[in-house]
T-cell receptor, first 111, second 113 residues
Framework: DAKTTQPPSMDCAEGRAANLPCNHS???????VYWYRQIHSQGPQYIIH???NNETNEMASLIITEDRKSSTLILPHATLRDTAVYYC????????????FGSGTKLNVKP | GAGVSQSPSNKVTEKGKDVELRCDPI?????LYWYRQSLGQGLEFLIY????????KSGLPSDRFSAERTGGSVSTLTIQRTQQEDSAVYLC???????????FGPGTRLTVL
């Protein structure tokens, strides 16, 4: 199963874009990249996922490199409520469908 | 219910006792996962149920851990002869399957004294 590497922590100024990188150099052709976040003392929350094309939803954008070995989650206008641990995950296929959560990136949004 | 619920929210037990943790999934979600999260750590996969298929138990750390899912709905995670290293937050997540996102419950914080 492909594993992911993320920086342990990042800071971002409130109102600025937060760009969270993730390396997944051993990803297989049919594995998706998922992003979740975990706000303190809560269960993780789904953000976005993608295969090869860039994706955007109301929460964030996901940029996947052409070789799919890395990706970046973009929060366009970070707020204090976005302070959380962000997990980049690659799904294992074909079955069973497991999610492997690494240690994530602690994003600190500062006023 | 509207979301995944777990009970109890907190459990304090003595070393050597057995504990049962419960997960009530979102109605209609066929897949259910249990994870463990130790203090300051990422999530550790424990077990996965999909419909009526045999569960994937490959993440269970020892034979003291077991889980079942009755009728494809409620799931219980049982830890026998608890040890202090079992102290963690136990999270349950469900999904309708395929590539869909997982919905997590609030977790059960287990403390083994």
């Amino acid at each position: 199963d492909a594993k992911t590497t993320q920086p342990p922590s990042m800071d971002c100024a409130e109102g600025r874009a937060a760009n969270l990188p993730c390396n997944h150099s051993t990803i297989s052709g049919n594995e998706y990249v998922y992003w979740y976040r975990q706000i303190h003392s809560q269960g993780p929350q789904y953000i976005i996922h993608g295969l090869k094309n860039n994706e955007t939803n109301e929460m964030a954008s996901l940029i996947i490199t052409e070789d799919r070995k890395s990706s970046t989650l973009i929060l366009p206008h970070a707020t204090l409520r976005d302070t959380a641990v962000y997990y980049c995950i690659v799904r294992a296929f074909p079955t069973p469908i497991k999610f492997y959560f690494g240690s994530g990136t602690k994003l600190n949004v500062k006023p | 219910g509207a979301g995944v619920s777990q009970s109890p929210s907190n459990k304090v037990t003595e070393k050597g006792k057995d504990v049962e943790l419960r997960c009530d999934p979102i109605s209609g979600h066929t897949a259910l996962y249990w994870y463990r999260q130790s203090l300051g750590q990422g999530l550790e996969f424990l077990i996965y149920f999909q419909g009526n298929s045999a569960p994937d138990k490959s993440g269970l750390p020892s034979d003291r851990f077991s889980a079942e899912r009755t009728g494809g709905s409620v799931s219980t995670l049982t830890i026998q002869r608890t040890q202090q290293e079992d102290s963690a937050v136990y999270l349950c997540a469900t999904t309708s399957g395929g590539y869909n996102e997982q919905f997590f419950g609030p977790g059960t914080r287990l403390t083994v004294l």
